[in-house]
């Protein structure tokens, strides 16, 4: 028996999810470079499924953005923010989720 499920509060995960867009964008280009981010640009000229420090779909993913958008310092990090965001508003989900089995469990 299906009972009925709160609402998802979209709006309260469409801000979180913009603060996070705009807390990035704020210091996007505030500095060049950073050591890891031109050791991921290496390892995505050269895809493996197997790196010693990081997950291949990372590298995978900032392959298919330098191929897009070309290796520009903004493109890589404002698809860091919008990935980041991506996982907050899931976060969201997920916590609504378990608070609907949590409350069918003790029903």
């Known amino acids: 028996m299906e009972r009925d499920r709160a ?4 709006g309260w995960l469409a801000l979180v999810a913009g603060a996070v ?3 990035h964008v704020s210091c996007l280009t505030q500095y060049g470079w950073f050591r890891d981010e031109l050791y991921y640009l290496s390892c995505a000229h050269r895809l493996a ?3 010693v420090d ?3 779909l990372s590298i995978a993913l900032l392959s298919l953005v330098t191929a897009v958008a070309g290796p520009s310092l903004a493109a890589i990090r ?3 923010a919008l990935l980041g ?3 907050a508003v ?3 989900l997920l916590a609504s989720a378990a608070t609907f089995v949590l409350k069918e469990i003790l029903a």
Do not use: D, K
């Open 54 to 56: 990081q997950p291949p």
């Open 21 to 23: 867009v705009a807390l």
């Open 78 to 80: 404002l698809t860091a």
């Open 90 to 92: 899931l976060a969201g």
């Open 49 to 51: 499924w197997g790196y």
């Open 7 to 10: 609402p998802i509060a979209w």
């Open 85 to 87: 965001a991506l996982s």
